[in-house]
């Protein structure tokens, strides 16, 4: 559902959040080593989400990537998804088709509508800070 990029800057942003709720900044090579991620691949995710100011970036002896304590309350898993895949996830049709639409619908069209709009709820709910206390406590987990 995700492109491959929209899910590892999820994981990594998750990862960034967890972090800097316990007050640490966190490497480049950290993050890619924790979510699995070709390094190269990963610092391409995050300047672009440093680009649409859901991270910073922090140069020197102690820089690393974080995000502001108060910024995790706001920050949505839409905001990520949108920054790197766009708004797509919620246009395209379930089987792939170019021309699906209330008008010209594919065969899973009505069914994939109801999977689209609860995946958009689930986005534009869910908060950084929720994600974060989730990996913190041990309830949820970024690598398993």
Do not use: W
Not at 97 to 120: D, M, W
């Amino acid at each position: 559902m995700f492109s491959k990029a929209c899910e590892y800057g999820i994981r990594a942003v998750i990862y960034i959040a967890a972090n800097s709720n316990e007050g640490r900044r966190v490497s480049l090579k950290a993050i890619a080593k924790h979510i699995d991620s070709p390094e190269a691949f990963t610092a391409k995710i995050l300047q672009i989400l440093v680009r649409h100011n859901i991270i910073n970036s922090v140069r020197g002896i102690n820089g690393g990537f974080e995000i502001e304590k108060q910024n995790l309350d706001v920050i949505l898993l839409a905001d990520i998804v949108k920054a790197i895949d766009g708004d797509q996830i919620y246009k395209r049709c379930g089987l792939g088709l170019h021309a699906c639409s209330e008008a010209h619908p594919c065969p899973v069209h009505y069914q994939f509508v109801t999977i689209k709009n609860g995946l958009r709820t689930l986005l534009e709910t869910t908060n950084l800070k929720t994600l974060a206390l989730e990996v913190n406590s041990g309830l949820s987990f970024l690598k398993i």
